[in-house]
């Protein structure tokens, strides 16, 4: 089964470690090398095995560059209001009551 409910996903790479988040909780850090995935980028399978996600992608956004904590919570914050999430930001989040500025 797909699943509709919206939902906030985020991978912050600093060429060193991947940290994941959703929709402003850290859940995961982990130390790969993104070159271990070969000359492709795969997004929504698992890249050791031939899992795949079982949802639908709204967006994509790809930055040249590791987003601070600051970048990340302002995208956060964005596409919270975008997709109707604010609820889902947890308590302490800067843009969970008023939304960022450009």
């Known amino acids: ?18 940290t994941l988040f ?14 271990t995935l070969g000359d492709s980028f795969v997004v929504g399978r698992n ?16 930055l040249d560059f590791a ?3 600051d ?3 302002k995208l956060e914050g964005y596409f919270a209001r975008k997709w109707g999430l604010t609820a889902d930001l947890p308590a302490g989040h800067p843009y969970k009551l008023v939304g960022p500025t450009p």
């Open 22 to 35: 959703g929709t402003g909780n850290q859940y995961n850090t982990e130390t790969r090398a993104l070159n």
């Open 47 to 62: 890249p050791v095995g031939a899992e795949y996600a079982n949802a639908l992608i709204g967006e994509i956004v790809f």
């Open 1 to 18: 089964t797909i699943t509709t409910t919206p939902k906030i996903a985020e991978i912050v790479y600093n060429g060193t470690t991947g």
């Open 71 to 73: 970048i990340r919570q």
């Open 67 to 69: 987003a601070t904590t």
